[in-house]
């Protein structure tokens, strides 16, 4: 310690100039103005974890689209007022009377939801294991499912603004399987000519395939395409294209346009899958109070909020965040809404003492909805770093730069690869690419955001500026001279 203050002041000081000295600002923003994409808007910020200002920015204020860097905030809030290990349940109750001797269940079974967004085919095929046993053989009555706990709105604002049948627009409710998706498995066939071979996975029962897809002996090939198509029953697969003899297996996953039909169709096929006899229908209903004031029969819990995390960061899956989203949005109101899902991320900005007010009206950045600055964005990742309870598990769901999730095939011959923890963002039909997260320097670790909206080039350009960005903003850094060693007499 150094106990002399006049050279302490001096000493001060002297950490103070050398901690900028080296540091060039206008080179970053001489390769921001070089390569930006033609007609794009940029916001870059950047600043050490355990600071308060930044020690690069350009344009750092602007309230620009952040597609899916928005997941960041719903973790974070999520975290913030659920903690690490956080689940939800599904309950099972019987009306009626339940004889344990022969399985037998007379009178009615619910099934009420509250939000599991961890239900997986495999999940759901274990929840009716479960209940078989337990000892339940037939079901002499209806299965009613409960779905009441988010409200009936199962798409938010951002949308429906791209009209493909693509999973990234699954629809979102309380009672929900297979993240609201259909999966179709398609093979060729062993002989040329012939239709390709197409499966459900798991088998949902009434969902149509119409397969036009045939099976070519040629390497050429015409592109597989399969839409989806919601009727009042049920969806339908509509399959084109060609696949080679000798090429292998797709797996191609489409939404799904009812959360609770595609939930209790499933749960029909995997009952039947467990020897579970149903002689009743199986329709949307109401759980009577009095019902549910009794003990359930069975509780099904979901996966710790930490799985959803994973999902939603690794993955960027806008359906585990619009089902946080409406969580955080029912624990703050008591209704699970879109509305209340940004009543809950504006009260969280508040309380953590966030600067301004974003606007963030669904979870997950889909669409033209949300608006959010790189400063902003920082100063949640700094948020985020100083939370003891929850940031490892927060830092460990960010993808790896070149090794997992939405960065695995980027970074590779970058310094930065295996050094950059990040949540991407991208929104083509709106030529939007952010990126956002943590990387280290030394000793220093630096939270960053970097946003091009409104490029007209492919994304590809946009992924190689943020990568030239990041690299620029480290070599300055490392320009920086160390500050000496003070001497053991003054410490």
Known sequence: MIKNPTKLFIYTVFLAVVSHAGINPSRISSLITAERPAGSTISVAFGKVDADSLDYSFSPDLALNPASVTKLATAAAALTTFGTTFTCSTRVFIEGIWKSDSSLVLGKVYIVGSGDPTFTAERLWLFCRQLRLRGIKTIVGDVVFDDRFFDGTICGPGFGEDQSSRAYEAPIGSLSSSFNTLSVVVRPSIAPGARLIAELFPPVPGVIIVNRGTTTSSSSTTPLSILSGSGALSDTLIIDGTMALKDSPRFIFRR??????????????????????????????????????????????????????????????????????????????????????????????????????????????????????????????????????????????????????????????????????????????????????????????????????????????????????LEAFSNEVQLVPKAPEASQSNR
């Not at 949307?284 to 995390?309: C, H, R």
Request: aromatic content about 14%.
């Open 256 to 469: 799904a346009s009812a959360p609770t039909r595609n939930f209790m169709a499933t749960f029909k096929a995997f009952c039947a899958e467990n020897a579970i006899t149903i002689s009743g229908g199986l329709r949307s209903g109401t759980i009577p109070d009095s019902i549910a004031a009794k003990k359930p029969f069975y509780i099904f819990e979901s996966e710790p909020i930490t799985t959803t995390i994973s999902a939603m960061f690794k993955y960027s899956s806008n359906f585990a965040a619009e089902m946080l989203f409406k969580q955080l949005g029912h624990a703050a109101t008591g209704v699970g809404s879109f509305e209340s899902g940004a009543v809950a991320l504006s009260r969280f900005w508040k309380s953590a003492h966030l600067p301004g007010m974003p606007r963030l009206t669904n979870g997950s950045g889909m669409g033209d909805a949300n608006r959010i600055s790189t400063n902003q964005v920082v100063s949640l990742l700094r948020y985020a770093y100083a939370q003891q309870a929850w940031f490892p598990e927060y830092q460990s769901a960010l993808s790896n730069a070149g090794i997992d999730g939405t960065v695995k095939s980027r970074f590779k011959n970058s310094p930065l690869f295996g050094n950059l923890r990040a949540k991407t963002g991208t929104l083509n039909f709106y030529g939007i690419s952010t990126l956002a997260g943590y990387f280290h320097v030394g000793r220093s670790v630096y939270a960053f955001a970097i946003f091009v909206n409104g490029s007209k080039a492919i994304y590809t350009k946009s992924w190689t500026l943020q990568e030239r960005i």
